[in-house]
């Protein structure tokens, strides 16, 4: 069978054109990724994840969202249910230390609930990022809290969550958007900070978690570390703190190729994202002329990248089994007695 690249898709709209179908079986991407313009109603959802995976002829194949609760939830009422923040999940940890571990397993594990019925086992979270005072508000709630104890604590039990629920997390953004002082979707954030202070706080969450299967870079330059590229496309970076420092030897996919943090053509973004050391070009928009641009510089999964998304492949499966009612009755019961 031939190999798939290198790539996570997205798709224009609730219903695969001919045009994506046409590409997805020519090139084979390893997964897809679906944003609210995909959300329609449930048996939609189930069938678009089952027409993206027949394209490629894999029934596990990835189906990504971003569903993290608070301003970050792609799937929304009356579809599922309006989820806190991981800020507000974050000042019942203050609160309440175990209180809080809990709601963020328990959020976690509703959301695999949500999602595997529809067909989605991935779901992009934790967020991991510690915010410093100043900086641009792309992460400011997404965030559990503004120090690396509450954020690594939580992110690990956000993860848990999703795992005993047979959905695999992605933690972001690998490694640190906290600093940012510039939204990425926009411009291209640089952090001064030395690297002694990057270990101390932003480096620290992806350390605790650097045994998870997959995470996602950040579009953001470390003058520190490589003043010239960002986290994204630098070898440096990957190679000397990601795999190196943090110690991270999961699948590292990109953020999204057409976010203007990374300059140049998107033919020019994918290929600085290939040859800087990702396992996995990413590209959200589904805008066919792009998505031609991007699968042009994708290779086939080979070496380190194969084995890490076969490590990703194995560990799918059914949820632990637990009580859905039960569970979502704890976790509402735990908010409103904070």
């Known amino acids: 069978m031939t190999e798939s690249k290198a790539l996570i898709l997205g798709a224009g709209g609730p219903v695969l054109s ?10 084979r ?8 313009r995909n959300i329609q109603e449930p048996s939609q959802i189930a069938d678009l994840a089952a027409a993206m995976r027949d ?18 939830q792609r799937i929304r009422p009356p579809l599922v249910e309006k989820y806190p923040s991981a800020a507000a999940l974050g000042a019942l940890y203050r609160q309440d230390r175990e209180m809080g571990l809990r709601a963020a397993w328990l959020m976690s594990r509703l959301h695999a609930f949500d999602l595997l019925k529809l067909g989605i ?7 991991l990022d510690v915010p410093v005072e100043g900086a641009s508000n792309v992460i400011g709630d997404r965030a559990y809290g503004f120090d690396p104890v509450t954020v690594s604590d939580m992110g690990k039990a956000a ?7 047979g959905v695999l997390p992605v933690m972001k953004h690998i490694p640190g958007h ?19 202070e990057l270990e101390a706080h932003d480096f620290l969450p992806f350390r605790a978690l650097k045994d998870e299967l997959m995470a996602m870079s950040a579009h953001i330059v470390f003058t520190a570390i490589d003043p010239d590229q960002p986290a994204t ?13 943090i110690g991270f030897d999961g699948l590292l996919m990109s953020d999204d190729t057409s976010m203007n ?42 070496a380190e990248a194969l084995r890490r998304a076969r490590q990703v492949e194995a560990a799918f499966g059914p949820g632990d089994g637990s009580n859905e009612t039960a569970l979502r009755q704890e976790f509402w019961g735990l908010l409103s007695s904070s």
């Not at 990425?184 to 954030?189: E, N, R, T």
């Not at 020019?268 to 002329?289: F, K, P, Q, S, T």
């Open 18 to 27: 001919a045009d994506e179908i046409a590409l997805y079986r020519n090139e």
């Open 29 to 36: 991407p390893w997964g897809f990724i679906l944003f609210a």
């Open 55 to 72: 394209t490629v002829g894999r029934p596990d194949a990835p189906v990504l969202i971003d569903q993290e609760g608070g301003r970050v």
């Open 121 to 127: 086992n991935v779901d992009c979270l934790p967020v």
């Open 159 to 165: 993860a848990d969550g999703l795992t005993a629920g």
């Open 178 to 196: 906290g600093r940012g002082m510039a939204d990425s979707h926009h411009d291209l954030p640089v952090v001064t900070a030395s690297r002694a």
């Open 233 to 245: 496309t630098s070898p440096r970076v990957i190679e000397e703190i990601i795999r190196g420092y």
């Open 261 to 302: 943090a990374l300059k140049g053509t998107i033919g020019e973004r994918a290929r600085r994202i290939a040859g800087g050391g990702c396992d996995i070009i990413l590209h959200c928009n589904g805008v066919m002329e792009e998505m031609k641009a991007v699968v042009e510089e994708a290779r086939p999964l080979q």
